[in-house]
T-cell receptor, first 112, second 112 residues
Framework: QKEVEQDPGPLSVPEGAIVSLNCTYS??????FMWYRQYSRKGPELLMY????GNKEDGRFTAQVDKSSKYISLFIRDSQPSDSATYLC????????????FGDGTTLTVKP | NAGVTQTPKFQVLKTGQSMTLQCAQD?????MYWYRQDPGMGLRLIYY???????DKGEVPNGYNVSRLNKREFSLRLESAAPSQTSVYFC???????????FGSGTRLTVV
């Protein structure tokens, strides 16, 4: 079993919809929870990260972490066609927080 | 700011050939990483360097070697390329073992 499981998608929504992207994990040592956006044939771009449990908001994006359930989510409000990309969750912990374990990604398409 | 620069962007190798993938960052980051990304398998860590002068194996190190040449540069070497090493390779960096990686644009490697 993988340490990080991500809803595989693909996901297709109309413009303006609220999008929910989700990951579960099994390693209790994870303390940092990241979301990356990756456009086709580009490198991943860090959207935001959260330490431990709780919510974090950045514009239209909200990250939620529930450590008790080992479940994290990224919500995108008022989705735009420019949000069409693959979204990767990643997690890390221990002495090297930069050493990340990634989910396989969810491909999102926002239709005008 | 260039961020993380990878060369080359594309490469085709024959089985058994060797090559070195170059990576340089200009953000004064201490930690650097090499990942590979295969379709449907997300990003997997090959090797990382927590700081100048140190390197450690990641999840999938077999068939690779690395060199942390200085604080800016971290190279990945394939000594005898195999078709199973066909992948997209990403270099990344982070502040001293901090969470969240800044990625380069990738090297698309095909081994025939």
């Amino acid at each position: 079993q993988k340490e990080v499981e991500q809803d595989p998608g693909p996901l297709s929504v109309p413009e303006g919809a609220i999008v929910s992207l989700n990951c579960t994990y099994s390693n209790s040592a994870f303390q940092y929870f990241m979301w990356y956006r990756q456009y086709s044939r580009k490198g991943p771009e860090l959207l935001m990260y959260t330490y431990s449990s709780g919510n974090k908001e950045d514009g239209r994006f909200t990250a939620q972490v529930d450590k008790s359930s080992k479940y994290i989510s990224l919500f995108i409000r008022d989705s735009q066609p420019s949000d069409s990309a693959t979204y990767l969750c990643a997690m890390s912990g221990g002495t090297n927080a930069g050493k990340s374990t990634f989910g396989d990604g969810t491909t999102l398409t926002v239709k005008p | 700011n260039a961020g993380v620069t990878q060369t080359p962007k594309f490469q085709v190798l024959k089985t058994g050939q060797s090559m070195t993938l170059q990576c340089a960052q200009d953000m004064n980051h201490n930690s650097m990483y090499w990942y590979r990304q295969d379709p449907g398998m997300g990003l997997r860590l090959i090797y990382y360097s927590a700081s100048e002068g140190t390197t450690d194996k990641g999840e999938v190190p077999n068939g690779y070697n690395v060199s942390r040449l200085n604080k800016r540069e971290f190279s990945l070497r394939l000594e005898s390329a195999a078709p199973s090493q066909t992948s997209v390779y990403f270099c990344a960096s982070s502040e001293a073992m901090g969470p969240g990686n800044i990625f380069g644009s990738g090297t698309r490697l095909t081994v025939v």
